[in-house]
């Protein structure tokens, strides 16, 4: 998406997986140790992330929301199972949805 880590303030991390400390390690990690933002309830946010939404898909001029982009991807890859045991992927994760992929395969 051309954005670096370095440009990234905070990393909040939301919803109960979060709590598990092997979670909550490898962000820190990837973010060169800096401390995760606490904060904010986990699921509060996951509340708070449905209202945004909400008022950016109904359209009101609000406030709320007004900074944020919201993408949705697929969180797995998809593909199909091959005769020989194998996947072949035809739409990666983190792919935006919608999507159209097209395969023509002989």
């Given at each position: 998406m051309g954005m670096h880590k370095n440009n990234v303030d905070d990393t909040i991390l939301i919803g109960g997986?979060?709590?598990?400390?092997?979670?909550?390690q490898m962000p820190m990690k990837f973010f060169d140790k800096k401390p995760l933002c606490k904060s904010i309830d986990p699921d509060e946010a996951v509340v708070y992330g449905v209202t945004v939404l909400d008022v950016n898909l109904s359209g009101q001029n609000n406030k709320v929301g007004q900074d944020l982009v919201f993408l949705n991807v697929t969180p797995l890859s998809v593909g199909i199972d091959?005769?020989?045991g194998l996947m072949?992927?035809?739409i990666m994760r983190n792919t935006p949805i919608p999507t159209f992929k097209k395969d023509i395969s002989q």
């Open positions: 997986p979060t709590r598990i400390s092997k979670v909550q091959l005769d020989c072949s992927i035809f």
